[in-house]
């Protein structure tokens, strides 16, 4: 699923415009992204859990000339499934 994919769907769910519906899914992303730029832990009950992990630096490797390379300290986004989601998943197979 795509982001225009969700606009498309909550379109047709709710009878909102599409750009009322662009709004309110830019709305929630923002509010992810921002949360998450603070350090905060986004849960969404029944679906799964967002953070934000700190990664030490490291000497990495250049795939194409086998040169090492720094790699910086950095922070990447988590997601943690939640029991909900993961048991409706597998219930799929």
Known sequence: MKKSDLILALCQKEGLKEAEAFDAVATIF??????????ERIE??????????????????NPKTGQ??????KK???????????????RGK
């Open 30 to 39: 923002a509010g992810f992204t921002g949360a998450l730029r603070k350090g």
């Open 44 to 61: 969404i009950r029944g679906f799964g859990s967002f953070s934000v992990r700190d990664y030490a630096p490291y000497t990495g490797k």
């Open 68 to 73: 090492r390379v720094e790699v910086g300290p």
């Open 76 to 90: 990447l986004p988590y997601f943690k499934v939640g029991k909900e989601l993961k048991d409706s998943v597998n």
